[in-house]
Nanobody, 119 residues
Framework: QIQLVESGGGAVQFGGSLRLSCTIS????????IGWFRQAPGKKREGISC????????DYADSVKGRFTISRDLRKNTVYLQMNSVQSVDTAVYYC????????????WGQGTQVTVSS
């Protein structure tokens, strides 16, 4: 069964750091790109970062560029989102999702993990 499971969410103080993990089962990351998304209460879901399949190229939304870093461990089939200098606006449910090489949509989603930034 294909599964994406997010973990590592929780409460973090303003300016602090948190690392989210997306553990992926039964997907070969050589053929699937992984993206991180978030949705704050009352707001639309926002794509914030992604890492491509074969070459591991990364991209970031302007809202997190310079503060968040996406990475992956192919041996563990896990993708990470290192969140530094967090701000109140980073409070949201964070999701990881998978997009097949050549695809145009993210087809497989995790259940999400809550991140709450306190001042």
């Amino acid at each position: 069964q294909i599964q994406l499971v997010e973990s590592g969410g929780g409460a973090v103080q303003f300016g602090g750091s948190l690392r989210l993990s997306c553990t992926i089962s039964n997907l070969n990351l050589d053929y699937w790109a992984i993206g991180w998304f978030r949705q704050a209460p009352g707001k639309k879901r926002e794509g914030i970062s992604c890492i491509s399949s074969r070459d591991g190229m990364t991209d970031y939304a302007d809202s997190v560029k310079g503060r968040f870093t996406i990475s992956r461990d192919l041996r563990k089939n896990t993708v990470y989102l290192q969140m530094n200098s967090v701000q109140s606006v980073d409070t949201a449910v964070y999701y990881c999702a998978a997009q097949r090489v050549g695809g145009t949509t993210y087809d497989i989603w995790g259940q999400g993990t809550q991140v709450t930034v306190s001042s």
